[in-house]
């Protein structure tokens, strides 16, 4: 079946560490992913997307990072800060519509 | 440059109330999305729309749901009769809907049947 999910419902991080968020998928046929940020109260805002052509992406402190032979897809956070404490969705779209995965909260201690 | 819109932000009503939610797209997408997140099921995808036109609806739980494009940039969700369990934030998203694009979220609205 088609499923995207993740390995962690819950990161703790020290502020100025770094934070790597996980997230696996099943359909081999998955050909774009898209991280989101959701912080409490608001929807969810677009961080970074990729592409099933590309293996890295990176964008302002966050790297992308997809291994289509596992379908494993994860977010790589520099340098966590605390404005970056949400939750964070992986998501694939197929065609135009998206499935998303359950979400993992990312905490950051000061 | 303005996201998309939803409006009411909360809405708080009694059951069997008619409860309409509302979003306006950004300009230019053609693309449109109404999801609701619960903490049970996360984000549910209930309806998309391209070019006004209801694509997808096989999310929208049941006869009670209904939505509407009027124009190409506000669209309309309606709940009638509501139910409590209807409780939920409900989003609505935008796309260009040409290739591979990531859609934006508006802000939600929470909406709260007692």
């Known amino acids: 079946g088609e499923s995207v999910g993740l390995h962690l419902p819950t990161l703790s991080v020290q502020e100025g560490d770094n934070s790597i968020i996980n997230c696996a998928y099943s359909?081999?046929?998955?050909?774009?992913f898209i991280w989101y940020k959701q912080e409490s109260g608001k929807g969810p805002q677009f961080i970074i997307d990729?592409?099933?052509?590309?293996d890295k992406r990176q964008g302002q402190r966050v790297t992308v990072l997809l291994n289509k032979t596992v379908k494993h897809l994860s977010l790589q956070i520099a340098a966590t800060q605390p404005g970056d404490s949400a939750v964070y969705f992986c998501a694939r779209n197929a065609g135009n519509m998206l499935t998303f995965g359950g979400g993992t909260r990312l905490m950051v201690k000061p | 440059d303005a996201g998309v819109i939803q409006s009411p932000r909360h809405e708080v009503t009694e059951m069997g109330q008619e409860v309409t939610l509302r979003c306006k797209l950004i300009?230019?997408?053609?693309?449109l999305f109404w999801y609701r997140q619960t903490m049970m099921r996360g984000l549910e995808l209930l309806i998309y729309f391209n070019n006004n036109v209801p694509i997808d609806d096989s999310g929208m739980p049941e006869d009670r749901f209904s939505a509407k494009m009027p124009n190409a940039s506000f669209s309309t969700l309606k709940i009638q009769p509501s139910e409590p369990r209807d409780s939920a934030v409900y989003f609505c998203?935008?796309?260009?809907?040409?290739?591979?694009?990531?859609?934006?979220f508006g802000d939600g609205t929470r909406l709260s049947i007692l």
């Open positions: 359909n081999s046929a998955s050909d774009y």
């Open positions: 998203a935008s796309s260009p809907g040409q290739g591979l694009r990531p859609q934006h």
């Open positions: 990729i592409r099933s052509n590309m």
């Open positions: 300009s230019g997408h053609n693309s």
